[in-house]
């Protein structure tokens, strides 16, 4: 005779955040939809708030004292909150690619290496890609000096996992990783900015002319 199956129990499923008639306290401390508090006030007058503008009560702080609510559109609540959540998320690990080409425009190749130690500042790869168009595959050693520098200007952030190296006949790739922040230089973000415009310094006082000198002006 076979043995029934031991009866489980489900429980109903919490949800993610308390809104409107689900929740519970009689009192609340309630924000506006753009974040204003309103103060304490009883839920049905909260709830009254709420409808009036067409939006949700969400209990954003459930064990607070009172609990905190906020009058919102839950859908535009929740997309907030997973957009905050996944820029929280950390980024070691990630790989951020840089396209340069061999005729870039200083300032432009300035741009890309503060790029560049930016994200291996963020503990973040960062890959190299120059690409050769037309006539310049003729001069693939032109891309592989700006490659070259590229590496060395930024050496003291990260280093390259192994020579630039040609993927087809028209990338030239090298892909760098960052140093250990022990020995890496320190974040320029985290430098006092420097002040763009300086104190200029008065010029030194001259010695009054004698009395033989200003005969000769």
Do not use: W
Request: charge should be positive.
């Amino acid at each position: 005779m076979s043995r029934p199956f031991p009866s489980r129990s489900f429980r109903p499923r919490e949800p993610l955040h308390r809104r409107n008639g689900k929740i519970r306290a009689r009192e609340v401390r309630v924000l506006d939809d753009t974040k204003q508090q309103l103060g304490v006030m009883s839920l049905n007058e909260a709830l009254r708030l709420a409808q009036a503008k067409n939006l949700d009560l969400v209990e954003i702080v459930p064990h607070a004292t009172p609990p905190v609510c906020r009058i919102v559109n839950y859908g535009k609540f929740l997309y907030e909150e997973a957009k905050r959540e996944s820029h929280a998320k950390p980024t070691a690990g990630q790989m951020k690619e840089i396209q340069i080409s061999p005729a870039i425009d200083p300032h432009d190749l300035a741009t890309k290496r503060d790029h560049a130690i930016r994200f291996l500042c963020d503990d973040m790869k960062v890959r190299v890609k120059l690409r050769f168009r037309g006539r310049q595959k003729a001069h693939k050693e032109i891309g592989f000096q700006v490659v070259n520098q590229f590496i060395k200007d930024v050496a003291a952030y990260g280093q390259a996992d192994s020579p630039p190296k040609m993927l087809g006949d028209r990338d030239l790739n090298a892909v760098l990783s960052p140093l250990p922040r022990n020995k890496r230089a320190k974040n320029p973000r985290d430098l006092p900015a420097q002040d763009p415009h300086p104190t200029s310094v008065a010029p030194a006082a001259q010695p009054p002319l004698s009395a033989k000198d200003s005969s000769e002006v």
